[in-house]
């Protein structure tokens, strides 16, 4: 038996195998022919629905298988599982359908990178790109509010970079004093004053408590006076937010926008009903009154606003090293990966 006869019996095989290629109906080939006339599979494609998404968005994919004779047909998910489905920034599905990380740093670089491939042959696969989109970023990110026992402070940093998809990048961390570090991104379209609101408001004092209601007159008396109600409490100071902007990109502060101010002052409490006059008696004449209600309490003061944003600026070569991202090493890898890139564009 010679080698090309044992080579074309092994690609037959391939097509038909179960552990090969998908089966396919033959009403599903472009070409008309029956799963006999087929031969190996040859070639994979994938088609996203979209070009571009954000992070934390799924997508959504087919995939074409295109065989010997040339036919395409499109994967069914139940074919998957025999192929191999690996991502970069993404994770695939048994379905097919891919999750994205939700951190737009680690998607800067790499985009969200999709690869299928034959499990019996990883040569035969196929590669896509899906650009990471910065368009679903929330507008503002809230900080815990300023209360008595908790003031808020935070820092915003901002750096530029060089990207692979736009012609540059603001990656802007919000860095609360007490709290999990939030990473954005902003591409150019998005590049315009106050892009980016990082609220940090003092806490709204409480309402004053109500008065007590007058108790009721007995026979022939009077009724007794509601109490005031309890002043509000006053709110508190807004927090305190500050900026850390890369030197060579002093315009990077026009993108932020603080908003800190004070907590309104409580509703003062609301005054104590009078008590109802009591009831005449066939004994004797008389006219009793309804006692006096309760004034309301006097509204609270409003906080005052936090400190106005100070900004400190820092080298590009040093700006990210104080940062708290700085020392995790996803985060860092791929902040380093943004600096070569941006060096070498330079």
Same mark, same amino acid.
């Given at each position: 038996?010679?080698?090309?006869?044992?080579?074309?019996?092994?690609?037959?095989?391939?097509?038909?195998?179960?552990?090969?290629?998908?089966?396919?109906?033959?009403?599903?080939?472009?070409?008309?022919?029956?799963?006999?006339?087929?031969?190996?599979?040859?070639?994979?494609?994938?088609?996203?629905?979209?070009?571009?998404?954000?992070?934390?968005?799924?997508?959504?994919?087919?995939?074409?298988?295109?065989?010997?004779?040339?036919?395409?047909?499109?994967?069914?998910?139940?074919?998957?599982?025999?192929?191999?489905?690996?991502?970069?920034?993404?994770?695939?599905?048994?379905?097919?359908?891919?999750?994205?990380?939700?951190?737009?740093?680690?998607?800067?670089?790499?985009?969200?990178?999709?690869?299928?491939?034959?499990?019996?042959?990883?040569?035969?696969?196929?590669?896509?790109?899906?650009?990471?989109?910065?368009?679903?970023?929330?507008?503002?990110?809230?900080?815990?509010?300023?209360?008595?026992?908790?003031?808020?402070?935070?820092?915003?940093?901002?750096?530029?970079?060089?990207?692979?998809?736009?012609?540059?990048?603001?990656?802007?961390?919000?860095?609360?004093?007490?709290?999990?570090?939030?990473?954005?991104?902003?591409?150019?379209?998005?590049?315009?004053? !106050?892009?980016?609101?990082?609220?940090?408001?003092? =806490? *709204? %004092?409480?309402? +004053?408590? @109500? #008065?007590? &209601?007058?108790? /009721? $007159?007995?026979?022939?008396?009077?009724?007794?006076?509601?109490?005031?109600?309890?002043?509000?409490?006053?709110?508190?100071?807004?927090?305190?937010?500050?900026?850390?902007?890369?030197?060579?990109?002093?315009?990077?502060?026009?993108?932020?926008?603080?908003?800190?101010?004070?907590?309104?002052?409580?509703?003062?409490?609301?005054?104590?009903?009078?008590?109802?006059?009591?009831? !005449?008696?066939?004994?004797?004449?008389?006219?009793? =009154? *309804? %006692?006096?209600? +309760?004034? @309301? #309490?006097? &509204?609270?003061? /409003? $906080?005052?606003?936090?400190?106005?944003?100070?900004?400190?600026?820092?080298?590009?070569?040093?700006?990210?090293?104080?940062?708290?991202?700085?020392?995790?090493?996803?985060?860092?890898?791929?902040?380093?990966?943004?600096?070569?890139?941006?060096?070498?564009?330079?």
């Amino acid at each position: 038996m010679n080698k090309a006869f044992i080579r074309s019996a092994a690609l037959v095989c391939l097509a038909g195998c179960a552990a090969g290629a998908p089966h396919v109906s033959p009403a599903t080939s472009s070409s008309g022919k029956g799963a006999a006339d087929r031969r190996e599979v040859r070639d994979l494609a994938i088609i996203p629905a979209a070009k571009s998404v954000c992070p934390g968005q799924p997508i959504t994919v087919r995939y074409q298988a295109v065989l010997g004779d040339g036919s395409r047909v499109d994967l069914t998910s139940s074919d998957l599982s025999r192929f191999t489905l690996r991502g970069i920034a993404a994770e695939p599905s048994a379905t097919g359908s891919w999750s994205t990380n939700a951190n737009p740093l680690e998607s800067a670089v790499s985009g969200f990178r999709l690869s299928i491939s034959l499990a019996t042959d990883p040569g035969v696969h196929a590669d896509t790109v899906i650009i990471p989109s910065y368009a679903c970023q929330r507008p503002a990110i809230g900080l815990p509010v300023s209360d008595r026992f908790n003031d808020t402070k935070a820092k915003v940093r901002l750096g530029v970079f060089a990207s692979p998809f736009y012609d540059s990048i603001a990656v802007a961390v919000v860095e609360p004093e007490a709290g999990v570090p939030i990473t954005m991104i902003i591409d150019p379209s998005h590049m315009r004053a !106050r892009a980016l609101v990082v609220s940090a408001p003092g =806490k *709204a %004092g409480a309402a +004053g408590g @109500a #008065g007590n &209601p007058g108790n /009721d $007159g007995g026979p022939c008396e009077n009724g007794g006076d509601g109490t005031d109600g309890d002043p509000g409490e006053a709110g508190q100071r807004g927090g305190q937010v500050d900026l850390v902007i890369q030197a060579e990109a002093a315009w990077l502060e026009s993108l932020v926008a603080v908003m800190n101010s004070g907590g309104h002052g409580g509703a003062g409490g609301r005054g104590g009903r009078a008590g109802r006059p009591g009831g !005449r008696t066939s004994e004797a004449t008389c006219a009793p =009154k *309804a %006692g006096r209600p +309760g004034r @309301a #309490g006097q &509204p609270g003061t /409003d $906080g005052s606003s936090g400190p106005y944003p100070k900004t400190t600026k820092e080298p590009g070569a040093l700006l990210w090293h104080g940062s708290p991202i700085w020392f995790d090493s996803a985060a860092r890898a791929n902040l380093e990966q943004l600096i070569e890139l941006s060096a070498r564009r330079k």
